[in-house]
């Protein structure tokens, strides 16, 4: 069996074959004929999910079939081979089984990430420069086709902001490139300088046709063909008919603002669209929580990403009319993948880079010729795509890693899918996992400790917020007018090892208090909470365990923490539950903690409100945060 597989780079699973999932807050109908085709023949996943919200560690972990602490990938650059182990990756394993294999675009995220020796940088395309896991992965020497190609035109399209998009990037790479986020490209110059991803499907047709004409030679292998488009990745550059599909449909999002009660480090920062795009960068905007862009540009910005979708649609539509029109279509599986979600403005957020659902979830198509199509609404991941490919082509299935594998070349921490191509609505695991790193500061005594949290006063009247150490020296005094909440505060506590946050309204002495220890080590606060009838939305709980108040830009010891995250179902009830523990490098501290959340998708599918604190949840956090621990290996 052959494999053509397609990705597509920051692609959420928003598509016209999915327009019944509204969770994304749909304004528009998205045009995606050639995907929507593909799908009425395939298996659709519509539960799937990515190990990683970002490029480089979601490509290194689904195309080596191991998780991201595994890998040791968990940021852009290093190359999993260096750093995690000598592992066989996907298009190698097809290689070692007999079969040519060629790839072209964005599959192995560029540079240094597959052991190339730059670092997603402008530079020349020589496969040593690029990586694109050179030589392992891909045929060498085929007479007729390269064992891997990449568009001339990426970098023009990627760097300049010219007419025709015909320069190249200027010195100090992407934070000083003066590409727009977005822009529309007429007839004219899409035929002059026609766009990466056109040049990208120009090959794999090239690449399918000569597939073709050696059907019924002794030169023709079965194949495995990778295309990679770079979009819906920013920069939204397009051919102008694909924006206009958008211009009277697309609105702001539902749900601009942060999760309630949500962690500080759960926040992206919004890095990627504000400090790399010219029109972004002029706009000034910090990024920080609650903040968001003027709301014309958001508009802008998700029209032209919807039709960047449907661009790199048209593009998928030209290679499967070839496949489809040739004598390869009855034995060649077919695949559609996004490298992971992509938030639009919901909660603010832009780009992935998060844990929320709208980060993890991601598009997954598999056509097998022969079997049943159908939804399936079953948890899979993107670990699971290695070892099904191989399965359903017939060759070796790579055995489940053991615990320790970093000398293993070949093996698997996904399973395969291919119980759900047999039976309808079957199920393989209780739980997906995914996880995303944030590097920030612990802080520790005598510096700044903030707080999260929403008190309304339900009688309607001003209160003051105020931090007192246990020498009654006030070290926050804050009033809020009615009908208003907090969401952080900061004070100083220097060197004392109490002290109380205390919510007061006029028409009472004491109607909640918390307090806690300081640390010696960290700024550690064990919650405790009174309540009274005098506020409203105060059914918060204790919060049992060590608490590390978390700043992105200082304040303490710089540390490393790996937010890890589970769908699951309970009583038919779908959660995500999340924990920011501390790490090492390699494993997780649990007990240190920067932040718990719990989303119930079945009541708030776009995961407005965390509940991971409600005192009426905190059975439900205890087996939820047991499950989360336990891993992968016991979701089975």
């Known amino acids: 069996?052959?494999?053509?597989?397609?990705?597509?780079?920051?692609?959420?699973?928003?598509?016209?074959?999915?327009?019944?999932?509204?969770?994304?807050?749909?304004?528009?109908?998205?045009?995606?004929?050639?995907?929507?085709?593909?799908?009425?023949?395939?298996?659709?996943?519509?539960?799937?999910?990515?190990?990683?919200?970002?490029?480089?560690?979601?490509?290194?972990?689904?195309?080596?079939?191991?998780?991201?602490?595994?890998?040791?990938?968990?940021?852009?650059?290093?190359?999993?081979?260096?750093?995690?182990?000598?592992?066989?990756?996907?298009?190698?394993?097809?290689?070692?089984?007999?079969?040519?294999?060629?790839?072209?675009?964005?599959?192995?995220?560029?540079?240094?990430?597959?052991?190339?020796?730059?670092?997603?940088?402008?530079?020349?395309?020589?496969?040593?420069?690029?990586?694109?896991?050179?030589?392992?992965?891909?045929?060498?020497?085929?007479?007729?086709?390269?064992?891997?190609?990449?568009?001339?035109?990426?970098?023009?399209?990627?760097?300049?902001?010219?007419?025709g998009?015909?320069?190249?990037?200027?010195?100090?790479?992407?934070?000083?490139?003066?590409?727009?986020?977005?822009?529309?490209?007429?007839?004219?110059?899409?035929?002059?300088?026609?766009?990466?991803?056109?040049?990208?499907?120009?090959?794999?047709?090239?690449?399918?046709?000569?597939?073709?004409?050696?059907?019924?030679?002794?030169?023709?292998?079965?194949?495995?063909?990778?295309?990679?488009?770079?979009?819906?990745?920013?920069?939204?550059?397009?051919?102008?008919?694909?924006?206009?599909?958008?211009?009277?449909?697309?609105?702001?999002?539902?749900?601009?603002?942060?999760?309630?009660?949500?962690?500080?480090?759960?926040?992206?920062?919004?890095?990627?669209?504000?400090?790399?795009?010219?029109?972004?960068?002029?706009?000034?905007?910090?990024?920080?929580?609650?903040?968001?862009?003027?709301?014309?540009?958001?508009?802008a910005l998700r029209q032209h990403y919807y039709g960047a979708v449907s661009y790199m649609d048209s593009q998928l539509g030209r290679v499967m009319e070839e496949l489809n029109n040739s004598v390869l279509a009855d034995n060649t599986i077919v695949l559609l993948w996004g490298d992971h979600g992509y938030q639009l403005g919901e909660h603010g957020i832009w780009g992935k880079i998060t844990n929320f659902e709208l980060g993890t979830h991601t598009a997954l198509i598999i056509h097998i010729p022969g079997y049943t199509p159908y939804h399936s609404t079953a948890f899979v991941e993107f670990v699971d795509i290695f070892p099904t490919l191989a399965d359903m082509a017939g060759i070796e299935v790579p055995p489940l890693c053991p615990v320790s594998s970093s000398t293993v070349s070949l093996c698997t921490e996904g399973i395969s899918l291919?119980?759900?191509?047999?039976?309808?609505?079957?199920?393989?695991?209780?739980?997906?996992?995914?996880?995303?790193?944030?590097?920030?500061?612990a802080i520790r005594q005598n510096c700044t400790l903030s707080f999260t949290g929403r008190w309304i006063n339900s009688h309607n009247e001003a209160f003051v917020l105020t931090v007192t150490n246990n020498s009654n020296n006030i070290a926050i005094a804050k009033p809020y007018p009615a009908n208003s909440y907090f969401t952080s505060a900061n004070g100083k506590i220097v060197n004392d090892k109490m002290f109380t946050l205390r919510v007061e309204g006029p028409q009472n002495g004491l109607p909640a208090t918390m307090t806690g220890t300081l640390s010696e080590d960290y700024c550690t606060i064990a919650w405790s909470c009174n309540n009274t009838q005098t506020l409203s939305n105060t059914d918060l709980p204790p919060f049992s365990g060590q608490w590390i108040p978390w700043s992105r830009t200082g304040g303490g010891e710089q540390s490393n923490f790996m937010g890890y995250t589970m769908l699951t179902r309970v009583d038919d009830i779908e959660y995500r539950y999340t924990e920011w523990p501390l790490f090492d490098g390699n494993v997780p501290i649990w007990n240190v903690s920067a932040g718990v959340e719990l989303y119930n998708h079945s009541a708030d599918a776009e995961e407005n409100v965390n509940i991971a604190l409600y005192s009426s949840n905190s059975n439900l956090v205890t087996s939820l945060s047991k499950m989360l621990r336990a891993g992968w290996r016991f979701a089975h």
Request: glycine share 8%.
């Open 418 to 441: 291919r119980p759900l191509f047999e039976k309808v609505n079957a199920t393989v695991k209780t739980a997906s996992f995914s996880q995303y790193p944030r590097t920030g500061h």
């Open 165 to 299: 998009y015909n320069t190249s990037c200027p010195p100090g790479g992407f934070y000083h490139r003066i590409t727009p986020s977005y822009a529309t490209v007429n007839v004219t110059v899409e035929e002059n300088t026609p766009p990466p991803d056109y040049q990208i499907a120009d090959q794999a047709i090239k690449t399918l046709s000569v597939m073709a004409s050696r059907f019924n030679s002794p030169d023709f292998l079965p194949f495995f063909v990778a295309v990679g488009f770079h979009l819906p990745h920013l920069p939204f550059i397009i051919p102008e008919r694909f924006s206009k599909m958008y211009e009277n449909c697309t609105k702001l999002p539902d749900n601009s603002y942060a999760p309630w009660y949500m962690p500080d480090i759960a926040w992206s920062g919004n890095g990627e669209l504000l400090g790399q795009y010219s029109d972004m960068r002029a706009l000034n905007e910090s990024g920080k929580i609650n903040t968001t862009l003027p709301d014309k540009d958001v508009v």
């Open 1 to 163: 069996m052959n494999v053509l597989m397609f990705a597509s780079d920051d692609l959420r699973p928003e598509l016209g074959c999915t327009s019944d999932d509204t969770t994304m807050g749909r304004h528009c109908t998205i045009h995606t004929p050639n995907i929507d085709k593909l799908a009425e023949k395939s298996v659709v996943m519509r539960r799937s999910y990515t190990q990683e919200s970002i490029c480089g560690p979601t490509r290194a972990s689904l195309l080596t079939g191991r998780r991201p602490d595994t890998t040791r990938v968990h940021t852009i650059g290093p190359y999993w081979r260096k750093v995690g182990g000598n592992f066989t990756s996907l298009p190698e394993h097809f290689r070692n089984n007999g079969y040519f294999t060629a790839g072209m675009g964005k599959i192995f995220h560029p540079g240094t990430s597959s052991g190339g020796t730059s670092v997603d940088n402008p530079g020349p395309y020589e496969p040593w420069v690029r990586g694109d896991d050179y030589p392992y992965a891909w045929t060498l020497h085929d007479k007729d086709l390269p064992p891997y190609f990449h568009a001339p035109n990426l970098l023009m399209y990627q760097c300049s902001a010219q007419s």
